[in-house]
């Protein structure tokens, strides 16, 4: 998958670094003047450095979308400065990581990218994003939620070898940041450890440098500018943290959970209806210059996804094998729409989740169906369906396979709005227009 993640720091590198090993394509963000303090982990330092290499991967500064696709092709990850992440338009990511630990959303939504996961405070799953990821230290480390937002920020640095306040370095006072002692070196408290503003910088605690600003920072009183490990551990200076790998999993957790919802999704089309209200086929019937049911069959085959029709029409089942469909032929239509269901079920039943469709809905577009398709893979629900306004609920319908046995067990001419009614709670309503929701039954030219 094509990923954005906008912020190249420690913690957005660690989340590049675990997405980078399982084969996705990444695109960096980050500011003209990077503040990471844990820099040589960071992939931002490839701004003022022109590369950074983090635990064997590469991320290169490059300066359009041309450069970025050619540092992709040649398996770096490319970094740009950009702080308004204005090239997903150029790279129309499938996935979007809001990585830049503001603590408050800086401008990310969730119609940015097909899945948008915003990583710590500052963001509502659901109303921002799709899925934020937990940032603050112990038990929750790391947990992907579908639903309200991470812990709130206290100000109150986590504790690592027994000291939380005392291991940051903060500037004394505003002006030029200048280290004095270097990433890796030891330090007992009371050391100068660096200078703001020409004002020197004390160690509150000994332990070992283990981030520091670069040289030249611009800085302000009490802005983060390094910290110190009590562990004293050399190796911790140049590999990814515990958390930085906790929140790359959860990242990753929820990436690969679109990518699986999405895969595993297929297609019913129900085309055996008799039309009774329209006076003749309504199928068959031409509208804006096609048959209704191509409407439907040409839009469905361009999702992509694996699909099925059951009807009991010739024409039908022939342009549906053309265009990829597998057919099942319903020749008891009398039986009514839950014939159909099953049938439909019966052929793919190894499926994850099944949208179901009808061909008497001509507005309904392959956006339509990818929308319905997304917004499912994205969320934590197993059902699905487009909706206008408060009431008003249409086809298409999705259905996770813990509801296929219910679908299953429908009779005579009752659908699948059935289900969706009973479990109002689990459902993810798609926004439609009127026009995409409207159905066509009965024929204006009938006597």
Do not use: W
């Amino acid at each position: 998958m094509k990923i954005l993640i906008r912020g190249a720091g420690d913690l957005a590198t660690g989340i590049a670094y675990r997405l980078k090993r399982c084969g996705h394509d990444i695109l960096m963000t980050d500011v003209a003047v990077p503040t990471a303090v844990r820099r040589t982990v960071a992939f931002s330092r490839a701004v003022y450095e022109g590369r950074a290499e983090v635990e064997g991967i590469e991320a290169v500064l490059v300066s359009d979308i041309d450069e970025a696709e050619a540092a992709i092709a040649s398996d770096r990850i490319p970094v740009i400065v950009d702080p308004e992440a204005a090239v997903r338009e150029g790279f129309a990511p499938d996935v979007v990581v809001d990585a830049i630990i503001a603590k408050r959303n800086t401008g990310t939504g969730i119609t940015d990218a097909g899945l948008v996961i915003g990583v710590g405070p500052g963001f509502t799953a659901g109303v921002d994003c799709h899925c934020v990821v937990e940032t603050k230290r112990g038990h929750y480390l790391g947990r992907t939620i579908y639903d309200g937002s991470a812990i709130p920020n206290t100000g109150i640095p986590g504790e690592i070898g027994g000291y939380s306040i005392e291991r940051i370095i903060r500037a004394e006072a505003e002006g030029e940041f200048r280290p004095v002692r270097q990433i890796g070196e030891k330090v007992l408290k009371g050391d100068i450890v660096a200078e703001s503003g020409g004002v020197p910088i004390k160690a509150l605690m000994p332990g070992i440098i283990r981030g520091m600003l670069q040289e030249g920072v611009h800085v302000t009183p009490g802005m983060k500018c390094g910290d110190i490990d009590a562990r004293c551990e050399v190796s911790h200076c140049y590999t990814i943290s515990d958390k930085a790998r906790a929140i790359g999993g959860g990242v990753l957790e929820a990436v690969s959970r679109y990518e699986e919802r999405l895969k595993g999704t297929g297609i019913i089309v129900l085309a055996a209806g008799e039309g009774r209200r329209y006076g003749s086929n309504k199928l068959l019937a031409e509208i804006d210059g096609r048959r209704m049911f191509e409407h439907c069959l040409e839009a469905v085959a361009g999702t992509g996804c694996r699909r099925t029709i059951v009807t009991g029409y010739a024409e039908i089942a022939a342009l549906a094998e053309k265009l990829g469909f597998a057919v099942v032929e319903n020749n008891r239509p009398e039986l009514g729409i839950s014939e159909s269901i099953r049938l439909g079920l019966d052929a793919m039943k190894d499926a994850k989740a099944l949208m179901f469709t009808v061909c008497d809905q001509p507005g309904v577009t392959a956006d339509t169906y990818e929308r319905l398709l997304r917004a499912y893979a994205a969320g934590d629900k197993d059902l699905a369906c487009m909706g206008h306004g408060e009431d008003m609920l249409g086809n298409p319908c999705l259905f996770g396979r813990k509801y296929f046995a219910e679908l299953a067990g429908l009779t005579g001419d009752v659908g699948g709005k059935r289900v969706i009614m009973k479990h109002r709670g689990e459902l993810i309503v798609v926004s439609a227009s009127e026009a995409e929701l409207e159905d066509v039954d009965f024929n204006p030219n009938a006597g």
